[in-house]
């Protein structure tokens, strides 16, 4: 049974950093892309930072560049997101999720599903 869990999610002040981390179990990460996702109160679901089997990444859109890193841990197989400088804009319940297809189908044009989801971990960056 496929399974991911996310760990890291915290309170934090503006400016802060976090480090949130997913831990996969029933597949290999390093089998498959994996993704972080992110929803905040009242808006929709934005991809964060996606990672595939090749260890290639692409931020969302909305994800000002440097900010975010993914990367992925193999010996531990787990997949994480660091990220930095935080501001009261990135509240919100962090997502990871993974999926079979290449990176290109399932976080840039997102034409496919993924095949499994995490429950989330909670993310409050005060001002």
């Known amino acids: 049974q496929l399974q991911v869990v996310e760990s890291g999610g915290d309170l934090v002040q503006s400016g802060g950093s976090l480090r949130l981390s997913c831990a996969a179990s029933g597949f290999t990460v390093a089998d498959y892309t994996v993704a972080w996702f992110r929803q905040a109160p009242g808006k929709e679901r934005e991809l964060v930072s996606c990672i595939d089997l090749y260890k290639s990444t692409v931020e969302g859109r909305g994800i000002v560049a440097g900010r975010f890193t993914i990367s992925r841990d193999d010996a531990k197989n787990t997949v994480n997101l660091e990220m930095n400088n935080l501001e009261p804009e990135d509240t919100a319940v962090y997502y990871c999720?993974?999926?079979?297809?290449?990176?290109?189908?399932?976080?840039?044009?997102?034409?496919?599903?993924?095949?499994?989801w995490g429950k989330g971990t909670l993310v409050i960056v005060s001002s």
């Open positions: 999720a993974a999926g079979r297809q290449n990176l290109f189908r399932l976080c840039i044009i997102q034409a496919d599903t993924m095949d499994v």
